[in-house]
Nanobody
Framework: QVSLVESGGGLVQAGGSLRLACTASGRTFSTYTVGWFRQAPGKEREFVASMTWGGGSWYVDSVKGRFTISRGNTAVYLQMNSLKSEDTAVYLC?????????????????WGQGTQVTVSS
């Protein structure tokens, strides 16, 4: 069992930056693909970015060039720059044993509770 906890959300003005972190308890997730998703009120959960244990990374088109996913020894990070009001959402991290480009919600086995990101215009 992998338990995930997100941190780093908050309120930021448009154009600002935030860095989200996803940490795992129970076991290391060094052999998992970790993804970031977001869900705005009334909308479906949306893939944002993912990184495999080998370092391959993928992004949704709307965040390319602004968001960067990275892995440390004990956490996976999402650096978010040039934030826009449309980035406002609850951001969740998730983990899966699958490799490669994994972008769908059902493909992930473990989920965190999420952290709120609010971008004011």
């Amino acid at each position: 069992q992998v338990s995930l906890v997100e941190s780093g959300g908050g309120l930021v003005q448009a154009g600002g930056s935030l860095r989200l972190a996803c940490t795992a308890s129970g076991r290391t997730f060094s052999t998992y693909t970790v993804g970031w998703f977001r869900q705005a009120p009334g909308k479906e959960r949306e893939f944002v970015a993912s990184m495999t244990w080998g370092g391959g990374s993928w992004y949704v088109d709307s965040v390319k060039g602004r968001f960067t996913i990275s892995r440390g020894n004990t956490a996976v990070y999402l650096q978010m720059n040039s934030l826009k009001s449309e980035d406002t959402a609850v951001y969740l991290c998730a983990a899966t044993r699958l490799g490669g480009k994994v972008t769908t919600v059902p493909s992930y086995d473990y989920w965190g509770q999420g952290t709120q990101v609010t971008v004011s215009s």
